[in-house]
């Protein structure tokens, strides 16, 4: 069944913000890492964002000092706030969990979970 449903996604203009939630399954709730990951069509997914159960929080260097990932403290959805948005930031977000550490959903081209949500498209013009 499912167990991510991302949403927030939308249009802004550059400089503006966005704030991305994906609601957890009750499944992958107490999974060790949980994080964001980006695609533009014809490009690898690159990881954004990742939180573990620590509350231990990794960004990618194009979005460090801009967003942020968080999640409540029932673990039943997480967030990425996302300020002084770029149009490089033009993507599909996709929320991930069940994943081998947050250091590499960061870091390695199409990284890899367990558990994908479809995806919210993010548009900044």
């Known amino acids: 069944h499912v167990q991510l449903v991302e949403s927030g996604g939308g249009s802004v203009q550059a400089g503006g913000s966005l704030r991305l939630s994906c609601a957890i399954g009750e499944g992958t709730r107490d999974d060790w890492c949980m994080g964001w990951v980006r695609q533009v069509p014809e490009k690898e997914r690159e990881g954004v964002a990742g939180i573990d159960n620590n509350g231990r929080t990794v960004y990618a260097d194009a979005v460090k000092g801009r967003f942020t990932i968080s999640r409540d403290s029932a673990k039943t959805t997480l967030y990425l706030q996302m300020d002084s948005l770029e149009p490089d930031d033009s993507a599909t977000y996709y929320c991930?969990?069940?994943?081998?550490?947050?250091?590499?959903?960061?870091?390695?081209?199409?990284?890899?979970?367990?558990?994908w949500g479809q995806g919210t498209q993010v548009t900044v013009s």
């Open positions: 991930a969990s069940a994943c081998a550490d947050i250091d590499t959903l960061v870091t390695a081209i199409n990284p890899l979970a367990g558990y």
